[in-house]
């Protein structure tokens, strides 16, 4: 009979808190490549490397990937440095990762490294998290967009980084990129700012 694999305990939950980093096996051979969000459970460390649990085995990180390399001074100010790190980057329809992303991954993605569960999709963020006023907002919190001039179906959301502008990942063929909230096109589908970091 086979004998089933057992692991250390479980310690702590690791999140890559870096644009891309590597995997390595037993033999700290790279064995693959892990992107921003990635979620690990960590089993122990050696040296400056973490053990942890994936679906290939035993594996490890290097300690420095699960290390912000930003901070803000609070969530939300960390959330839009880490976005900047991905200007240019392409949309990826269905993409949360850092090969790609579409408007609400994005936003999902840079929550899930801070450690906040947000819902996956736009019209689901838009629907939970704190609802705020416009003088309440701070850079991280998110906005929204729907059709019929704001009032129907919400299709894309950005992150607010402050002087009136929001960073996003707009729309196929387009790269995330630095809007305007005034700009026509989302001045008249406004639907709404709501806050998931504290």
């Known amino acids: 009979s086979e004998s089933a694999i057992t692991y250390p305990p479980v310690t702590s939950i690791v999140r890559i808190a870096v644009r891309a980093a590597n995997l390595y096996d037993e033999n700290k051979q790279p064995v693959l490549e892990m992107s921003l969000g990635t979620v690990l459970p960590q089993t122990g460390t050696e040296g400056d490397m973490i ?12 300690q420095s990937a699960a290390i912000l390399p930003f901070a803000g001074t609070n969530a939300g100010e ?3 440095e880490m976005a900047r790190q991905f200007l240019g980057e392409r949309y990826l329809w269905g993409g949360t990762s850092s ?11 840079l929550h899930r490294v801070l450690g906040f569960d947000i819902p996956r999709d736009a019209d ?3 629907e939970n998290g704190l609802p705020l006023a416009p ?22 959301v950005g992150m607010y980084i402050g002087n009136g502008q929001m960073i996003e990942s707009r729309t196929p063929g387009a790269k995330v990129d630095i809007a305007e909230l005034t700009e026509m096109k989302f001045a008249s589908e406004f639907a709404g700012f709501r806050r998931y970091w504290r």
């Not at 053990?51 to 290097?62: A, H, N, Q, S």
């Not at 090969?99 to 993605?109: H, R």
């Not at 003088?135 to 894309?156: R, S």
């Open 78 to 80: 960390t959330m839009v």
């Open 51 to 62: 053990e942890v649990v994936t679906p290939l085995g035993k594996g490890y990180i290097d």
């Open 135 to 156: 003088e309440e907002i701070l850079p991280g919190d998110l906005v929204f967009f729907a059709y019929d001039h704001g009032t129907g179906y919400v299709h894309h």
């Open 99 to 109: 090969y790609g992303f579409d408007c609400s991954g994005f936003a999902y993605t």
């Open 124 to 126: 689901d963020q838009q």
